[in-house]
């Protein structure tokens, strides 16, 4: 059974930082390219941030300089350092597996991320 689970969210004033985590289970994590997406209210789900199993990122221009996707093969596990955070960095926060033959996804059940004074 695939799981993907996210933790790591809550509440942060403009400014400050967090960092997510999502640990998956039966995947085999060294083959998925991991992602983070986030969706805000009355928007679609957009990409945040890739990494590959060979550690090549990929992020939105939004969060450039600001986010910082990584993964700890050996614990099957991707986080995403948040720093500066702003207002709209506010959505609920998606971990993503994709296998890179297959093709195959499955994600977590998404964690909230709310930016307010």
């Known amino acids: 059974q695939v799981q993907l689970a996210e933790s790591g969210g809550g509440l942060v004033q403009p400014g400050g930082s967090l960092r997510l985590s999502c640990t998956t289970s039966?995947?085999?994590?060294?083959?998925?390219?991991m992602g983070w997406y986030r969706q805000a209210p009355g928007k679609e789900r957009e990409l945040v941030a890739t990494i590959t199993s060979s550690g090549r990122t990929n992020y939105a221009d939004s969060v450039k300089d600001r986010f910082t996707i990584s993964r700890d093969d050996a614990k099957n596990t991707v986080y995403l350092q948040m720093n500066s955070l702003k207002r709209e960095d506010t959505a609920v926060y998606y971990c993503?597996?994709?296998?890179?033959?297959?093709?195959?996804?499955?994600w977590g059940q998404g964690t909230q991320v709310t930016v307010s004074s």
């Open positions: 993503n597996a994709k296998h890179q033959y297959s093709q195959s996804t499955n």
């Open positions: 039966g995947i085999t994590f060294s083959f998925n390219v």
